[in-house]
């Protein structure tokens, strides 16, 4: 790689020395560990609908430029400049999430989709960034400047999304949006008592969808009791850990993998496991521990209440998404369809954490005032 | 000021900011840590599975470790007399471990020349790839698996399976569903019974009939090819006990080769799709009316003007601008008559009708592949209107024959069924929508239709059969193209002693020379209800009764009929909207 020196002061050069590098370095092991696994997971599915066999693997890469892009662009972004952004591209988002519930196809008896020029998206998916960044900045604004009714905003902007995510319905991501707002809302400071209370309603609040909305029912009694119902996915991807022992089967020697239809998107950890073995699955989780831990660190000393909230629920948003994928493949969870965060295939994820990434280096770089805190 | 927080010189940390800051950095700590647990317990599952339960190659495709043997074999589905529909068969499959391969070519050449399937550079191929598994061939008979085992190469292993054969190939594709390489059951009648059927045993046995199931298909593809429709579907319902005796949904699919089923293929239209009916529903409005004693067969309504109501206009398509009693507005299938029936029982009757008939609900059947009816909501006035002669409504067509059942036999509404009950002689249970008198009523009407109106080419002679005609405009995407219908046929026989509900429904025909450029339900869905029904009445042991002509059942009727001429058609065929 080029090496700028310290007294270039153009954007790249400024760009390459304040951005956390070794976080960057890392998100580039993802992604190329990412396009070794969706090369190795995703022909079965390809062959099964009568497409080329890299056809997935085409598609992936196609979507990978725009991705870097965004994360580049994003990344070079000021605070403010992130919240304005936000702020313009969410509306358009809930919009976009509106229309795929009213008129989207339905695909498995969930409305999620927009079709743009033959291109399936999936709106919701890019709520979570701008959703991360505007109610940052209302809990910070409301701290700093009392009588600002921030939390307000905020709560009502987190009903919209959420009411859209679950008309959708999509629990998944309900899940994962509603878990980046309570971790703003635990950070900024609410009392211990109110968290709690917010604990118990989530809990009414899943034991209410479980009563009355039979797609979660269905899925809770099949994780509950797997014998209940038409869990094939799951059982084929504990067969497939069981299978892949602690060095694997060896790349292209996978068998669960034939047989399991979703290997490419929420199953993509599960082949991660039968080909390269436990050891690759635990340097893939060692890979995202270091982001998570790494990006807290260079945020801790930071005085901006804003870019912590912000910076927080990004890292909810990336590792909980990542443990959810992981949790379901393993029966730790009901299975949810997550993807697994840069690996899986699919555009609109690939896509949205090109934004969430990108905002994510942005709010740790290194301040040029050098007033706030050190590089670690 | 709005933007001010990003100005962080200006910005003074006071006492409580700093302290806010500081339980915030304390409890990111709590966020980061609550993630790191769930990579650990990640890692600990991990370390269960890979670890203590680690599977190789060879345990995992059961060799040594015989575990399809234990499973037992998946149990029949026949027909209700015996013929098989789905069996399942122990099979030997055959793999190789590639490492173990010594000299590739020959074993080859020599599999080759065992397996006719298979190409032998193709077998060389993948001998030579040095993976640990490598399929041979799945499902191989057991010559061919002695054979093999002959040969004596140690790479080479066997594994029992199961696997499921369709005999019938199309006949009832979509109804018997079918089952994934592991034998579970993934649609149709496998999937809904797939425990009681992986549990092996006796057969299961299903109400179908393959005989009229293959007359059904063998008509309605005929029509379809006929007409250039896009598809179509065909049931055939027992009045009396719920019994399906056949359903076809086609295009179809071969269930033995389920991978090159499209997704049109595999659909059941049948059970799954919902169709706005038009016309046929004209047969559950007036049974309302009737039925609610605000109507008689001589209630006249003016049929002399369009109606408008809101920014709607009802039209009648063959318009006879006059008063006209029920039968009429019936045989002339009109539309502004049976609104005006509607509007006069109130807003909710016909709703609560319909609900009582099961058009608000899925119908109960034993496949999964089960459609939830579209209707208004709100209902408003115009709705009764619409809903009277079957658009605004979607239902599918096992709701129709279900609801049509109710109508002749006597009005009760039963519970459609797939499976032979355990005890025949236990009369089934049901719920009463009309009354017996209003049955007999509508079914002087039925057979009217056939005799002197639009469903003429459905009559057969001797068999007394009942109908209704309907030629919906095809609602596509919210809406009606003038020049695509949904056209059916609704029979049922014989007319005075009901046994059989007999529907064809066509999407989107084309006229043809022959029927005068015309594709509405009576010319192109009513021939293949008649010859159904001319074609099964022998096989079910119907008897004739050849002295009903088209003329008596007219003169019977004749007090309603302002047009009675005799020995002339009342209505014909085409007029039929």
């Not at chain 1, 988002?93 to 969930?110: D, H, S």
């Not at chain 1, 959708?168 to 635990?186: H, I, N, T």
């Not at chain 2, 698996?145 to 066997?158: C, M, R, S, T, V």
């Not at chain 2, 009316?289 to 109501?309: M, R």
């Amino acid at each position: 790689m080029k090496h700028f020196p310290r007294t270039d002061r153009s954007i790249l050069s400024n760009w390459w020395w304040a951005i956390d590098r070794l976080t960057l370095f890392a998100l580039g092991v993802l992604i190329v560990c990412g396009i070794v696994l969706v090369s190795s997971a995703s022909p079965p599915a390809a062959e099964r609908s009568g497409l080329p066999p890299f056809y997935y693997v085409h598609k992936q890469l196609i979507f990978l430029l725009p991705t870097l892009g965004l994360m580049f662009a994003v990344s070079l972004m000021k605070e403010k400049t992130l919240w304005r952004m936000s702020l313009l591209a969410m509306p358009a988002t809930i919009l976009m999430m509106a229309t795929a519930i009213f008129f989207g196809p339905k695909v498995n008896g969930a409305a999620r989709w927009i079709s743009f020029h033959g291109m399936n998206l999936q709106p919701s998916e890019f709520a979570k960034p701008f959703f991360a960044i505007i109610s940052a900045w209302l809990i910070a604004k409301a701290r700093q400047k009392p009588g600002f009714p921030g939390y307000q905003l905020s709560l009502a902007l987190f009903l919209i999304i959420i009411s859209l995510m679950l008309m959708e319905p999509d629990l998944g991501m309900s899940f994962v949006l509603a878990c980046m707002w309570g971790a703003q809302m635990f950070l900024s400071g609410l009392p211990m008592m109110v968290i709690a209370g917010l604990v118990v309603l989530g809990v009414i609040g899943l034991f209410l969808a479980y009563l009355f909305s039979p797609h979660v029912t269905s899925r809770i009694d099949r994780f509950l009791d797997p014998a209940a119902g038409n869990n094939y996915q799951v059982r084929k991807s504990l067969e497939a850990f069981r299978h892949g022992g602690f060095w694997g089967t060896g790349p292209d020697h996978g068998i669960i993998k034939l047989t399991l239809p979703d290997a490419h998107e929420d199953f993509i950890f599960a082949v991660a496991a039968e080909e390269f073995g436990m050891v690759t699955a635990i340097f893939l989780i060692a890979v995202y521990a270091f982001i998570i831990i790494r990006s807290v660190s260079r945020i801790y000393r930071n005085e901006d209440m804003f870019v912590v909230l912000a910076t927080t629920a990004l890292l909810v948003q990336f590792g909980l998404q990542s443990l959810v994928h992981m949790g379901s493949s393993l029966q730790l969870l009901p299975a949810k369809g997550m993807t697994l965060p840069l690996i899986s295939y699919g555009g609109s994820s690939l896509l949205s954490f090109g934004i969430a990434i990108g905002a994510l280096l942005a709010l740790t770089r290194k301040r040029k005032t050098g007033l706030l805190h050190d590089d670690v | 000021m709005a933007f001010d927080i990003f100005h962080r010189h200006k910005l003074t940390i006071s006492g409580t900011q700093a302290q806010a800051l500081e339980m915030a950095r304390l409890r990111l700590i709590w966020v980061g840590m609550l993630m790191m647990m769930g990579y650990l317990a990640i890692i600990l599952r991990m370390g269960d599975l890979c670890l203590l339960h680690h599977k190789s190659t060879a345990m995992l495709m059961g060799s040594g470790a015989p575990a399809e043997t234990e499973r037992p074999l998946r149990a029949s589905i026949v027909d209700r007399n015996g013929n098989i529909l789905a069996v399942s068969l122990r099979m030997a499959s055959v793999y190789a471990d590639a490492r173990m391969v010594h000299d590739p070519a020959k074993l080859a050449q020599e599999l080759a020349a065992l397996l006719p399937k298979q190409n032998e550079a193709d077998l060389f191929k993948r001998l030579s790839s040095g993976k640990a598994f490598v399929w041979i061939q799945r499902f191989i008979t057991p010559k061919q698996e002695y054979a093999i085992n002959a040969l004596g190469d140690p790479a080479i292993h066997f594994q029992e399976e199961q696997r499921r054969i369709y005999p019938d190939a199309n006949l009832a594709a979509q109804v018997v569903g079918y089952t994934d390489v592991d034998s579970n059951g993934i649609a149709g009648i496998e999937k809904f019974f797939n425990k009681r059927l992986a549990a092996g045993g006796k057969p299961l046995r299903l109400t179908l009939d393959v005989r009229v199931q293959h007359i059904m298909r063998q008509d309605l593809a005929a029509a379809i090819k006929t007409f250039h429709a896009l598809d179509g579907t065909g049931l055939v319902m027992d009045v009396n006990t719920g019994q399906i005796i056949a359903m076809v949904s086609l295009p179809d699919f071969d269930p033995n080769h389920i991978g090159e089923a499209t997704n049109n293929e595999k659909f059941n239209r049948a059970t799954l799709a919902d169709y706005e009916m038009g016309s046929t529903f004209k047969t559950f409005s007036i049974a309302a009316g009737l039925n609610s004693g605000k109507v008689h067969l001589s209630s006249v309504f003016d049929a002399s003007h369009p109606l408008h109501i809101d920014q709607f206009y009802i039209h009648d398509f063959d318009a006879k601008d006059r008063p006209l009693t029920i039968p009429e507005i019936y045989i002339y299938s009109s539309n502004i008559g049976t609104a005006k029936m509607a509007e006069s029982l109130g807003p909710d009757y016909i709703r609560d009708f319909y609900q009582k008939l099961g058009f608000m609900q899925q119908a109960p059947i034993e496949v999964p592949e089960r459609a939830t009816p579209l209707y208004p909501s709100p209902w408003r006035e115009v709705n009764t209107m619409t809903a009277a002669f079957g658009h605004g409504i979607a239902v599918s067509p096992l709701h129709l024959v279900r609801a049509a059942s109710a109508i002749v036999n006597g009005g009760i509404l039963l519970k459609p069924t797939l499976v032979m009950p355990d005890n025949p002689d236990v009369p089934p249970q049901g719920t009463r929508v009309i009354s017996a008198a209003t049955s007999e009523k509508m079914r002087r009407l039925l057979e009217l239709v056939v005799a002197s109106g639009t469903g003429a080419y459905a009559w057969v002679k001797g068999y007394d059969v009942g109908g209704k005609t309907g030629t919906a405009d095809k609602n596509k995407n919210g809406r009606y193209e003038n020049h695509a219908n949904i056209s059916s046929f609704l029979g049922v026989f014989p007319i005075w002693h009901p046994r059989y509900v007999v529907l064809a429904l066509l999407d989107d025909p084309q006229g043809t020379k022959a029927t005068h450029g015309f594709s509405t339900g009576g010319y192109t869905a009513a021939p293949v209800v008649g010859d159904v029904i001319a074609r099964m009445g022998p096989m079910y042991g119907i008897k004739p009764r050849m002295y009903i002509t088209r003329d008596s059942i007219e003169k019977s009727m004749k007090p309603y009929l302002k047009e009675y001429k005799e020995g002339q058609a009342l209505a014909s065929v085409s007029t039929d909207h």
